[in-house]
T-cell receptor, first 115, second 115 residues
Framework: AQTVTQSQPEMSVQEAETVTLSCTYD???????LFWYKQPPSRQMILVIR??????QNATENRFSVNFQKAAKSFSLKISDSQLGDAAMYFC????????????FGEGTQLTVNP | DTGVSQNPRHKITKRGQNVTFRCDPI?????LYWYRQTLGQGPEFLTYFQNEAQLEKSRLLSDRFSAERPKGSFSTLEIQRTEQGDSAMYLCASSLAWSTAYEQYFGPGTRLTVT
């Protein structure tokens, strides 16, 4: 079974600084997708960024980028120029074709942004 | 496109009562997922539908849980004889089955408290 692990329950960053959230996963599949979702307090989960395993190039969305290391099964999220609105719980998630595209989530990392 | 909606947003019930939640997906999405999220944890997959067919159920989904998606539109999740352990946030998500992106869009969730 696929598993996703986030080893940092909490992280903090100063406004305008850069922070990296870690995620590792385990799978025997070669074709899969990885995601970072953001869940602000009392608000719904939104997709931050997506990475296809067959793509070697790391995904980037504005201030958000990933470091995808397929051999190491590592998928970290880098947030540049952190803003107060980035404060949220961040979840790493995995899916593949054999799982009906259901998502397997990590435990989450609570990000605090200090002014 | 109004996004995924869920009703009610909050439900407080006494142990032993039955509850029903509703999810309205994004209109053109043919896949619909239910997840359960307990405090401080990542969401866990419960079940999913493609159109009106329920294609997979998690072992987490006990016999007291039932989900339907009549006519492939909205979905309902019913919990019979609620227990205190059922207290959680129930999340609904939708996606396009033929999308290569495998992106799921989440609703705001229904928070269930069993007293």
């Amino acid at each position: 079974a696929q598993t996703v692990t986030q080893s940092q329950p909490e992280m903090s960053v100063q406004e305008a600084e850069t922070v990296t959230l870690s995620c590792t996963y385990d799978t025997s599949e070669s074709d899969y997708y990885l995601f970072w979702y953001k869940q602000p307090p009392s608000r719904q989960m939104i997709l931050v960024i997506r990475q296809e395993a067959y793509k070697q190039q790391n995904a980037t969305e504005n201030r958000f980028s990933v470091n995808f290391q397929k051999a190491a099964k590592s998928f970290s999220l880098k947030i540049s120029d952190s803003q107060l609105g980035d404060a949220a719980m961040y979840f790493c998630a995995y899916t593949d074709r054999t799982s009906g595209s259901r998502l397997t989530f990590g435990e989450g990392t609570q990000l605090t942004v200090n002014p | 496109d109004t996004g995924v909606s869920q009703n009610p947003r909050h439900k407080i019930t006494k142990r032993g009562q039955n509850v029903t939640f509703r999810c309205d997906p994004i209109s053109e999405h043919n896949r619909l997922y239910w997840y359960r999220q307990t405090l401080g944890q990542g969401p866990e997959f419960l079940t999913y539908f493609q159109n009106e067919a329920q294609l997979e159920k998690s072992r987490l989904l006990s016999d007291r849980f039932s989900a339907e998606r009549p006519k492939g539109s909205f979905s309902t999740l019913e919990i019979q004889r609620t227990e205190q352990g059922d207290s959680a946030m129930y999340l609904c998500a939708s996606s396009l089955a033929w999308s290569t992106a495998y992106e799921q869009y989440f609703g705001p969730g229904t928070r269930l408290t069993v007293t």
